[in-house]
C-alpha cells in the first residue's frame, strides 16, 4: 500500500510579527478590566450623512470614533496614565491614538501602526483625512513601523528587556506608541461580535461587528444600528469607578455626537 504523502510549507516570521510576539510578552504581565458595550450609532450615521451633502470635507464614521475616543479621555486624562521608572504616575494632557491599517507588504497582508497625536484638538475632517493618508503612506513614514521591524529581528529576550524599559519612561513611550489603541479588524463584520485583545495600552478600543435591531420609539418600531466595542482599562493604572465614568462619557458622546465638539 502505497504510503501518503503530507504536503505542507514553510513560513519564518518576518520581522513585525516577531516584534509582535514580543509586545505580547511584554503585555502579558499587565492586568485589564475589559468592558464589552453595544453603543447606538445611529444618531452618528445620520449625522454622517448629514455632513455628507453640507460640506466638501471628507468624514468617516472611525474619524468620529476616534474623535469621540479622544474626547472623552482628554476629559478622563487618568485613564490613559503611565507608571515612571520611580513608580509615579504621569498624566498626560494630550491624546495620542494609535491605530492600525491593513496595508499589502511584500504581497502579502500585515497591519501598519499610525499615531494621530493631539487628537482631542483635531477636528473630524482632520481625523478622517489622517486615516485615509495612513492607509496609502509610504511605510518609512510610519516611525512606529519602522522601529517594529528593526525590533523583529532582536531576540526575544531582549525585545521584552527593551520592551520593560521603554515603559519606565512614560514619555518616551508615548512618542514610540502613543497611550491609547484603537484596533477595527471586526468593524465592518454583521452581527453581534466583540474582539478581546491581548491590550498593550493604558487604554485600548477594540471595534466589534455592527448589527441591525428594532428597537420601541413614540411611533411603534424603528430600525437602530448598533456598534459592539469592547473597552480594555489598565487596572495597575486606575481604579474600577473613574473607569466606569470614563466608559459612561465615551458611550454618551458616541450615541450624542455633538458636531460643535468634533468641530465641524
Known amino acids: 500500500m502505497k504510503k501518503a504523502t503530507q504536503r505542507f510549507s514553510v513560513i519564518p516570521p518576518s520581522p513585525e510579527r516577531r516584534a509582535v510576539e514580543g509586545v505580547l510578552r511584554a503585555a502579558a504581565s499587565k492586568s485589564y478590566m475589559h468592558s464589552l458595550l453595544e453603543v447606538d450609532v445611529t444618531p452618528a450615521r445620520r449625522l454622517l450623512r448629514e455632513l455628507k451633502h453640507s460640506q466638501d470635507g471628507y468624514c468617516s464614521f472611525t474619524g468620529l470614533i476616534l474623535g469621540c475616543i479622544a474626547r472623552s479621555i482628554a476629559r478622563h486624562p487618568q485613564v490613559h496614565a503611565c507608571r515612571d521608572i520611580r513608580g509615579r504616575f504621569i498624566v498626560f494632557e494630550d491624546v495620542d491614538v494609535s491605530l492600525t491599517v491593513e496595508r499589502t507588504i511584500r504581497g502579502e497582508k500585515a497591519v501598519v501602526p499610525w499615531i494621530i497625536r493631539s487628537a482631542q484638538a483635531k477636528s473630524l475632517p482632520a481625523i ?76 485600548n478600543i477594540t471595534l466589534g461587528g455592527l448589527v441591525k435591531d428594532r428597537k420601541p420609539s413614540a411611533q411603534g418600531f424603528e430600525e437602530r444600528e448598533f456598534l459592539c466595542l469592547t ?34
Open 128 to 203: 478622517s483625512r489622517e486615516i485615509l493618508e495612513a492607509r496609502s503612506m509610504e511605510l518609512a513614514r510610519s516611525r512606529v513601523y519602522t522601529a517594529i521591524q528593526r525590533l523583529g529581528l532582536l531576540p526575544g529576550w531582549l525585545q521584552a528587556l527593551l520592551f520593560r524599559l521603554v515603559e519606565g519612561f512614560p514619555r518616551k513611550l508615548k512618542d514610540f506608541a502613543g497611550t491609547v489603541l484603537v484596533t477595527s479588524g471586526g468593524l465592518f463584520a454583521r452581527g453581534r461580535a466583540w474582539g478581546v485583545p491581548v491590550a498593550t495600552h493604558p487604554v
Open 231 to 264: 473597552v480594555s482599562i489598565d487596572h495597575g493604572v486606575v481604579d474600577g469607578a473613574p473607569a466606569a465614568r470614563f466608559i459612561h462619557d465615551l458611550k454618551r458622546r458616541i450615541e450624542n455626537p455633538s458636531p460643535r465638539e468634533l468641530g465641524v
